[in-house]
């Protein structure tokens, strides 16, 4: 084997690993609104008010898996 195939090799290993972050965004998206959905049943007097703080955390879990997508697809299609 020569050493681009290694290095073209090693490119989509690594944009493979950095695309499993997505996977942790969805998982934390599936607990972050199972738990506000156990709460809101429990309390439904409380949940109009913690509806915010669900939006800014389903914000931040989402901008995480969008990290992991730029970042692989920065490894696959940075020179």
Do not use: C, W
């Not at 998206?29 to 199972?34: E, I, K, P, Q, S």
């Amino acid at each position: 084997m020569n050493a681009v195939a290694d290095f073209h090799t090693y490119k989509l290993i690594g944009a493979g690993i950095a695309a499993t972050g997505m996977i942790g965004a969805g998982v934390g998206l599936g607990v972050l609104f199972g738990s506000y959905l156990q709460a809101a049943i429990r309390n439904p007097a409380g949940a109009a008010s913690q509806q915010t703080m669900l939006f800014l955390g389903m914000a931040l879990t989402e901008t995480m898996g969008l990290f992991a997508f730029v970042v692989s697809l920065i490894i696959l299609f940075g020179s």
